[in-house]
């Protein structure tokens, strides 16, 4: 089961009271049916204090019922919490969409936070980090701890706050100085309920499999030692868990085969690796360490497909014709020994020079990378004409120097170094949930449900007034023609924002519903079991259907839960570690001037993130150039009165950096742009859809051992598929 910040269950308190009266502490358990006017949802809490209540029977992405609550109506709710909320009868015409009052807190999310400790009145405090708490929390004798002023500490709270009354509670473990190298790290991860090292009986079950393997070749495997498999992998990869093969046939047939580590051979299921690796359910990759999913016993040795070393595997062969069409699969327990690891830019430069003796590599090898590069074009054409959709936007990578602190940015490039094993990757992962779907097997799908119908009508409405013309983009090609029509061009920011906004969110779950994105009817993730436990139950499925038995589906929509909330926690916490650290660098450097993409547009102003070094931030009416302003709520549009003073969705803007908030984490910006020499793409808008900062359309998740930080928004990526 999912566990909370402290990585246990939930603590069992539950609140019930009238609005009004002291809240006393909440406890878990499944909310109680809402009454006529009551709405249940979860909250979230907004800088201003007043929050809104995200109804657990919205549809996914859609915040258009979601229920605005006074400051002084949100009792002594934080962000996450379930409550329930008391609808107000009349309407509140100075903001549209309902309000309402909290009456019950029903489930907490969490009772541990961090925070920046300081001694007013000879008590001690702590303002908890965020926007989560109005009022800072009493924790009483400041010499507790020996805890110092400024100090970053874990709270547990045994009084939640409200805008009348202060919280109270007591320091947990002082995290050090804010600002020292290290903090930063140690503040998110508790903040997140990240787990630690793992216990001694974990270590030692990994050590015993690893005393139990020889680099023999069992009987029960398939030997490939002798075969051409190579690994293509970033150069700061740690383990690796994908190799490559491939062959040609008779009538010009490609034989394709995807090695991927046999780790369901290292962790027994039930055992204690496995029920860390469930409790864990993701490795998550922060910018300055990794927490693995796994024992690095496991990962970066057992389990790694390292170069001139014998090692299990759990390869899928697919046979496609001459054109890239999959003919058959099998699924099968090999063993292989790879014969050389690449990196991304040693293939980019193979590729750009077949010839180049800056790389070295056997004739074997070379024809090898040649294939690749022929099948994996192919393949990338045949999935382009289905319907696959592709977003260019920019990923910008952060980077850091050894004490943890940002030295700066650089866009990483989408090679076809890159594009080769992902197209690799996503036929293997696509042959094996058709494999398991065709037996009757129970297994865990990634899914990718449609777009809202009514969210396409709104973008087909914005792109039209953008001057493209457009059959409805109900029709998943007409989607991918709008996208191919604005790259390169100053719409291409405007355009591939709204159309990242328009998505869902991809999702583990039994159900055969097909992922839109990648215009698959059937889909899941088979290629990284060190990093995903999806992966792992999806190894194991094969295992069973090996020995002539189907996986059964019970338990399957509890486990896809499970694991699409770890990962969803381990993205939060990776996103909110490189905010921190890029504001931590800007700090020191006010008046900072940058270029900037507005990613969200609300009445009080523009969201922006810059796009040489991605911080994120508001630049408020206030800062705008003076004007009266009007917010089309419908189109999420600010428009002055005078000419050309209107912002959309994706206008570029050039502003510097007024102010940094650490405790609360929030950035403020100035304008500097000149309106008459504005760079392009800053335009006069129209409309435009969505008004939260855009989050990344689904599945990427950053990987393969790297300790550094990711900002990533393309709708393609080999991690996440």
């Known amino acids: 089961m999912p566990k909370d910040d402290q990585g246990r269950s939930a603590d069992g308190r539950r609140e019930r009271h009238p609005a009004g009266q002291t809240p006393s502490a909440a406890r878990a358990g499944s909310p109680p049916a809402a009454g006529r006017g009551d709405v249940i949802g979860v909250f979230r809490r907004a800088a201003g204090g007043y929050g809104f209540v995200h109804p657990l029977t919205a549809a996914a992405g859609s915040r258009e019922g979601d229920v605005h609550v006074a400051q002084s109506a949100c009792l002594d709710a934080v962000n996450g919490d379930t409550v329930r909320v008391r609808l107000s009868r009349g309407r509140d015409f100075r903001r549209p969409g309902p309000s309402g009052e909290i009456v019950e807190v029903i489930t907490r999310a969490k009772t541990r936070f961090v925070g920046s400790f300081f001694v007013a009145a000879n008590s001690g405090w702590v303002q908890i980090d965020g926007t989560s708490f109005p009022r ?54 508790h903040e997140f309920g990240l787990p630690g090292p793992f216990s001694d009986e974990v270590l030692d079950a990994a050590r015993a499999e690893a005393a139990l393997f020889t680099e023999q070749v069992p009987a029960d495997r398939r030997d490939l030692t002798a075969r051409t498999i190579i690994t293509i992998d970033p150069v700061d990869a740690r383990d690796f868990d994908d190799a490559i093969s ?42 300055d360490r990794v927490i693995p999913m796994l024992p690095e016993i496991v990962s970066n040795n057992l389990a790694s497909l390292q170069p001139g070393r014998v090692r299990y595997a759990r390869t899928c062969w697919i046979e496609f014709t001459a054109d890239g069409i999959p003919v058959h699969t099998d699924v099968e327990r090999t063993a292989i020994r790879s014969c050389r690891r690449f990196t991304y830019e040693e293939v980019d430069q193979f590729l750009a020079d077949p010839g180049t003796p800056e790389v070295e590599m056997t004739e074997e090898v070379r024809t090898l990378l040649g294939r690749m590069r022929d099948l994996s074009r192919i393949l990338r054409r045949r999935r382009k004409n289905r319907g696959a959709l592709e977003l260019d936007m920019p990923e910008v990578k952060v980077d850091l120097d050894r004490d943890g602190r940002v030295s700066g940015a650089h866009v990483v490039a989408n090679t076809e170094s890159h594009q080769i094993i992902e197209e690799f990757m996503l036929s293997a992962n ?108 999806v190894h194991r499925a094969l295992d069973q259907l090996a020995r002539g038995r189907r996986a059964p589906d019970d338990g399957l929509v509890d486990l896809g839960l499970h694991c699409s909330t770890l990962e969803r926690r381990a993205e939060a916490a990776e996103r909110e570690l490189v905010k921190l650290k890029l504001l931590l660098f800007l700090s020191s450097r006010i008046g900072t001037e940058m270029e900037a993409v507005v990613t969200g547009v609300e009445p009080f102003g523009l969201f922006l993130q810059g796009l040489e070094l991605p911080a994120e931030g508001l630049l408020t009416l206030a800062e705008l150039p003076a004007d009266t302003y009007r917010f089309e709520r419908g189109s999420h549009t600010l428009s002055g009165r005078r000419p050309g003073q209107s912002w959309r969705l994706g206008d570029r803007v050039r502003v510097a950096v ?49 300790a550094k930080a990711k900002l990533k928004g393309k709708a393609k990526g080999r991690r996440g598929r």
């Open 658 to 706: 007024k102010k940094v908030d650490l405790d609360r984490r929030a950035l403020e910006f100035r304008f500097v742009g000149d309106r008459g020499k504005a760079p392009p793409g800053l335009r006069a808008a129209r409309h435009v859809k969505g008004s939260r900062p855009a989050r990344k359309l689904h599945e990427k998740t950053p990987g393969k051992g790297k």
């Open 136 to 189: 800072p929390v009493s924790v009483g004798d400041p010499g507790a701890k020996s805890v110092r002023e400024d100090d970053k500490v874990v709270v547990e709270v045994v009084r939640f706050p409200t805008h009348l009354r202060d919280g109270e509670g007591v320091i947990i473990e002082v995290l050090g100085k804010a600002g020292e190298p290290g903090v930063d790290t140690r503040s998110i991860i």
């Open 430 to 537: 696509e042959a094996v949930a058709e494999r398991l779907s065709a037996a009757g097997a129970g297994f865990l799908r990634r899914i990718h449900a449609p777009p809202d119908p009514r969210k396409l009508r709104q973008l087909t409405e914005f792109v039209s007034e953008l001057g493209f013309e457009v059959d409805t983009l109900e029709s998943r090609f007409e989607l991918q023609r709008l996208l191919g029509l604005t790259r390169g061009r100053p719409e291409e920011h405007a355009v591939h924002f709204a159309v990242l906004r328009s998505l869902a969110r991809a999702v583990y779950g039994p159900q055969p519903e097909g992922h839109y994105a990648l215009a698959s009817d059937c889909y899941c993730h088979f290629t990284s079991p060190i990093r995903r436990y999806p992966d792992l139950v």
């Open 246 to 287: 491939l062959e040609r046939l008779e009538r010009d047939h490609w034989l394709l085969g995807v090695h991927i580590a046999d780790v369901a051979h290292f962790v027994p299921e039930g055992a204690p690796v496995d029920q860390e690796a469930l409790a864990r359910g993701t490795s998550v990759y922060l910018p």
